[in-house]
């Protein structure tokens, strides 16, 4: 069965700074991918990272980056230079067949 | 991409009927999904929408419950029958255009039930 774990509630950052969002997985498949979305408050689910289980690099788009490891199984959102547009629930996903969510972390920037 | 419209946006209902939720995308896709949202949660899969055959259901909901139609490949309807209060989420339409574990899932933008 697959499992994805955020343990982080709520998180604040102050406006400009980077701020790590921690997600773990389970998984028995060999073959999975992890996606990162935003929600903000209008509901929207918004795409912003993905990272394949066997890509060696980590993952970056802009300012979200992936730290994936895989040993680990953890695959942790960086967003770097934090704006007040970022406050907004994030959920980190994995699909093997499915994809399925995690409880998601609520980040909140502040000025 | 694929865009995806539902219909209604938002709806407040009567305890006891039912409720038909559309979802349009705007292209051909490979795979369809209706996911709920309870106030405050994180998005859980209801079932995977097939077409031409019966939905596949997730562990906790059943047909009767949620009938699902897929009559082609860009249209999908999720029916929420004999609505209660617990009932009240978001319901979220969602694609991928192909059928691997590499593809972006495209969500729309929710249809946000009350009943009362």
């Known amino acids: 069965a697959q499992k994805i774990t955020q343990t982080q509630p709520g998180m604040f950052v102050q406006e400009k700074e980077a701020v790590t969002l921690d997600c773990t997985y389970d998984t028995s498949d060999p073959s999975y991918g992890l996606f990162w ?13 993905y990272q394949g289980s066997y890509d060696q690099q980590n993952a970056t788009e802009g300012r979200y980056s992936l730290n994936f490891q895989k040993a680990r199984k953890s695959a942790n959102l960086v967003i770097s230079a934090s ?22 972390t609520r980040l909140a920037v502040h000025p | 991409s694929a865009v995806i419209s539902q219909k209604p946006s938002r709806d407040i209902c009567q305890r006891g009927t039912s409720l038909t939720i559309q979802c349009q995308v705007d292209s051909q896709v490979t795979m369809m999904f209706w996911y709920r949202q309870q106030p405050g949660q994180s998005l859980t899969l209801i079932a995977t929408a097939n077409q031409g055959s019966e939905a596949t259901y997730e562990s906790g909901f059943v047909i009767d419950k949620f009938p699902i139609s897929r009559p082609n490949l860009t249209f999908s309807t999720l029916t929420v029958s004999n609505m209660s209060p617990e009932d009240s989420s978001i319901y979220l339409c969602s694609a991928v255009k192909l059928a691997d574990i590499y593809n972006e899932q495209f969500f729309g933008p929710g249809t946000r039930l009350t009943v009362l």
Do not use: H, T
């Not at chain 1, 704006?83 to 067949?97: T, V």
């Open chain 1, 37 to 49: 979305y935003k929600q903000p408050s209008s509901g929207e689910m918004i795409f912003l990272i």
């Open chain 1, 83 to 104: 704006q007040l547009g970022d406050s907004a629930m994030y959920f980190c996903a994995m699909r093997g067949g499915k994809l399925i969510f995690g409880a998601g």
